[in-house]
Each structure stands twice: as C-alpha cells, then as structure tokens.
C-alpha cells in the first residue's frame, strides 16, 4: 500500500466555499461595494470551484483510494450546494418584489401620512416637509422604506 | 415594520440623527403601494425597499424602486438628486 498524499485542494475548495458563502452576511455586507452586487463572494466561490475541481480529479486519479474518492464527492457535492443557494438568493429571490405599480412617481405628489417616531410622538409627512431646520424651511424630504430587522 | 423601540435601537447604533418611523400596521407602505405580503421573517408584510426624494411641496423628484433588494441606492446618487432641488 502506498501512502498517500493529503488532497489540499478539495478541501481548501470546500472550506473557501464556506467562507465565501457565509461573509456575505458577516462581512461584505457592510460596504456598499460590496454588498448590492457580491462580487468579492463570487470571486472566492470562483477560486473555490476551481480547487474543488483540481481536488475532484486529483481524488479520481486510478491510484487514489475509494475513500478519497468518496469524501471528494461528498465535498464537492456540498459546496455546489452551496454556490447554488448563494447565487440563488442573490440573484433569483432577491427580485421577487411586488410591482408597486401605485408607488407615487415622479412629479407625483406624496401622499400625506402620519406615524409614530422613535419616541412614540406622531409625525407627519407635511410636518416634515414644513418644519424648518436649524431656522431655514427644509428642500425637501427624502422617504426611505426598507425591510426591517438590522 | 420594526417598532419604535427596535428603530430608536437602530439610530442610536449606527449614530443617525434623521427621523426613524415605524409602520407596524402597514399604513404607508400600503398607501404607497409597496407591501411585499409575507417576506417578513415570520410571514408578516413588510415594505420592499423603496426611495422617495420630495421637494419642499411634496412632489415626488427622484425615485428608486429596486428590482433586487440586494440592490440599493448609493449615497452619492441620492445626494446627487438632492442637490438638483431648489
């Protein structure tokens, strides 16, 4: 029997599939660049594929034993797996959004509203638009709707 | 859709002194037309990401409804629309 070699490819393909996936969320996505479109993810899920190729071959060389063959598949596998789920949430499920098709539009006037502030005071949009700002009337109003949870 | 509690958390975090308000009820969001029903993390509706830049009587001048909530708006194009206001 001959001794053979650590397969470093597969699983530093897997392990850069990991960490491409999951610093999306814990570090790309406080910057702007790279956070709308994630190409500092994608470019580590590219150096990964490619390893995980190398790995995959390397592994299914005839004098590699079943075993590597199998963890490489399984390796493999996984990180397929999870360059699909990325692209997916990224580039599929991320533009299922309504029409908004009523959405006030440009030279359209905003529809008035009124709600609670941070502090439980109402306000309301023609209250913004008329309360003046360290003693001068206000431009303007910029509305910002986002989805919750930060 | 978060509550004043969860938004005065937010601002006071990330340091923002613009006004935060909460639509727990969707009243806005619906008015605006920008419900997205069931993508909050428990089912409820929340609002997709939407920009509105109004000048002093309320007319909507700039507006960014983005296809891919990934996709947001950079704080130089908002300023850039800001700065055509009179």
């Given at each position: 029997m001959t001794i053979q070699r650590f397969n470093w490819q597969i699983w530093t393909g897997f392990l850069l599939t990991l960490a491409a996936g999951f610093?999306?969320?814990?570090?790309?996505?406080?910057w702007p660049i790279t956070r709308g479109f994630p190409w500092a993810n994608l470019l580590l899920f590219g150096i990964a594929a490619a390893l995980l190729l190398v790995g995959v071959r390397r592994a299914f060389?005839?004098?590699?034993?079943r075993r590597s063959k199998i963890a490489a598949s399984i390796l493999a596998t996984l990180s397929v797996a999870m360059i699909g789920v990325f692209i997916f949430a990224a580039f599929?499920?991320?533009?299922?959004?309504?029409?908004?098709?009523?959405a006030p539009q440009i030279a359209q006037r905003a529809p008035d509203f009124t709600l609670a502030d941070t502090s439980g005071r109402m306000v309301s949009l023609s209250e913004l638009l008329s309360t003046p700002i360290k003693g001068t009337a206000p431009k303007g109003v910029l509305l910002i709707f986002y989805r919750g949870y930060w | 859709m978060d509550s004043p509690e969860q938004s005065r958390d937010l601002s006071a975090k990330a340091g923002y002194t613009f006004t935060f308000l909460s639509d727990p009820k969707a009243e806005a969001i619906r008015r605006y037309d920008l419900v997205h029903a069931?993508?909050?993390?428990?089912?409820q509706d929340i609002a997709r990401p939407a920009e509105f830049l109004l000048d002093s009587s309320g007319t909507v001048r700039w507006v960014n409804l983005t296809e891919n909530y990934w996709m947001r708006p950079r704080p130089e194009q908002i300023l850039e629309a800001a700065q055509a206001l009179r």
């Open positions: 610093s999306y969320p814990l570090v790309f996505v406080r060389a005839p004098e590699r034993r599929i499920m991320s533009r299922w959004l309504p029409a908004s098709e009523g | 069931g993508a909050g993390d428990k089912g």
